[in-house]
């Protein structure tokens, strides 16, 4: 009797195991997924990667149960893995037609673009268009990644040499505080990050671009990505932004004033 009482208890404990299994997400697949090295995409603190693309990531491997594998790449280096076929997601990052040739973009949001100045030059002009045409006004830009400027506007910069240039992101703002550089022009999302975070409130001044939109998103490789798990991803993301988890993730990098509009 007291063997068939213990039988019965495994066996309520087997079927309340599995049924709680079958309610979690199982997958097999692994996805390989590049991040954006530039913050507040994705950035190393205390050792560990953070950022709005490292969270976008995770958040995606607990709706599914898949394995997704991240790396830090530069736009250049993504470019180059996912033609080699050793990526299957990059991002987050801006539109580009070099993209478009290996791999497929999908809009996560529309950003705007903000100039940001330093406070001695903050007065000159209303517009981002008259700091581009003021030649005594030099702007810092960044190597490697899709300015917030047209290709046409940092030519012109760049041939009247009016344009310091780095690697680095947070250096970009660095030199703004240093006053090495008057003007930087970026994607509003990583300008209000960068100037909360090195306290430049009351030493520049923002102006936003009203009329210019940047068009925001991941890139699915052409190679290893089947149209099954660019559904699966884009349905994940539907989700997240329908239930607020997808805002909630901006804006633990920005304030309210600098999230993307269309969210």
């Given at each position: 009797m007291a063997f068939?009482?213990?039988?019965s208890l495994f066996g309520v404990a087997f079927a309340a195991y599995f049924a709680f299994a079958a309610k979690e997400p199982r997958c097999e697949r692994?996805?390989?997924?590049?991040l954006a090295a530039y913050a507040?995409?994705?950035?190393?603190?205390?050792?560990?990667?953070?950022?709005?693309a490292h969270d976008i990531t995770r958040e995606l491997a607990r709706r599914t149960g898949c394995t997704f594998s991240e790396t830090e790449y530069s736009r250049i280096t993504a470019l180059k893995q996912i033609e080699l076929g050793r990526i299957d997601l990059?991002?987050?990052?801006?539109?580009?037609?070099?993209?478009l040739k290996v791999g497929d973009f999908h809009h996560l949001y529309t950003s705007g673009r903000t100039l940001t100045v330093t406070q001695e030059v903050g007065n000159k002009h209303k517009?981002?268009?008259?700091?581009?045409?003021?030649?005594?006004?030099?702007?810092?830009?960044?190597?490697?990644?899709?300015?917030?400027?047209?290709?046409?506007?940092?030519?012109?910069l760049v041939k009247a040499q009016r344009t310091v240039t780095t690697t680095d992101p947070e250096n970009l703002f660095r030199m703004l505080?240093?006053?090495?550089?008057?003007?930087v022009l970026?994607?509003?999302?990583?300008?209000?990050?960068?100037?909360?975070?090195?306290?430049?409130?009351d030493e520049t001044v923002q102006i936003v671009d009203e009329g210019a939109e940047l068009d925001v998103g991941y890139i699915s490789s052409k190679r290893r990505m089947s149209r099954s798990d660019v559904a699966m991803i884009n349905n994940q993301i539907a989700e997240?932004?329908?239930?607020?988890?997808?805002l909630k993730i901006l804006l633990k990098y920005v304030d309210k004033e600098n999230a993307p509009k269309s969210l």
């Amino acid at each position: 009797m007291a063997f068939l009482k213990l039988l019965s208890l495994f066996g309520v404990a087997f079927a309340a195991y599995f049924a709680f299994a079958a309610k979690e997400p199982r997958c097999e697949r692994r996805y390989d997924v590049g991040l954006a090295a530039y913050a507040p995409l994705s950035f190393r603190e205390d050792g560990r990667i953070k950022g709005v693309a490292h969270d976008i990531t995770r958040e995606l491997a607990r709706r599914t149960g898949c394995t997704f594998s991240e790396t830090e790449y530069s736009r250049i280096t993504a470019l180059k893995q996912i033609e080699l076929g050793r990526i299957d997601l990059y991002l987050v990052v801006a539109i580009g037609d070099e993209f478009l040739k290996v791999g497929d973009f999908h809009h996560l949001y529309t950003s705007g673009r903000t100039l940001t100045v330093t406070q001695e030059v903050g007065n000159k002009h209303k517009t981002v268009d008259g700091y581009l045409k003021d030649k005594a006004i030099k702007f810092g830009r960044v190597i490697g990644s899709r300015p917030a400027m047209s290709v046409a506007e940092e030519d012109k910069l760049v041939k009247a040499q009016r344009t310091v240039t780095t690697t680095d992101p947070e250096n970009l703002f660095r030199m703004l505080k240093d006053k090495r550089i008057q003007a930087v022009l970026y994607p509003t999302l990583s300008a209000g990050y960068f100037r909360k975070k090195m306290n430049l409130a009351d030493e520049t001044v923002q102006i936003v671009d009203e009329g210019a939109e940047l068009d925001v998103g991941y890139i699915s490789s052409k190679r290893r990505m089947s149209r099954s798990d660019v559904a699966m991803i884009n349905n994940q993301i539907a989700e997240m932004k329908k239930d607020g988890t997808f805002l909630k993730i901006l804006l633990k990098y920005v304030d309210k004033e600098n999230a993307p509009k269309s969210l």
